[in-house]
């Protein structure tokens, strides 16, 4: 998880959230003392920044995480 939000605030993003599944597959996971962690289906990147509503941005943030750790499975939204 703090390699996660590492890599992503890596990218300098302006009000940015890591959320939904890997947020709530770790808090189960210590919850229910499992010693593996559930596979993730996504790490979900969401952010907002009013100069760049483009969704092609998206998708060359995505390019430059997957670049860091290409076993993450990465999805970015503005």
């Known amino acids: 998880m703090m390699e996660i939000l590492r890599i ?3 990218l300098n ?3 940015w959230w890591v959320c939904a599944g890997v947020v709530r597959s770790k808090i189960w996971d210590v919850l229910h003392d499992f010693s593996e962690r559930t ?3 996504d790490v979900d990147v969401v952010f907002y920044d009013p100069t760049n509503l483009n ?7 995505e390019k430059k995480l997957k670049y860091r750790r290409l076993d993450i499975p990465w999805s970015v939204k503005i």
């Open 39 to 41: 596979p993730l289906p």
């Open 55 to 61: 969704e092609t941005y998206e998708k060359e943030l």
């Open 8 to 10: 992503t605030k890596s």
């Open 13 to 15: 993003l302006p009000d």
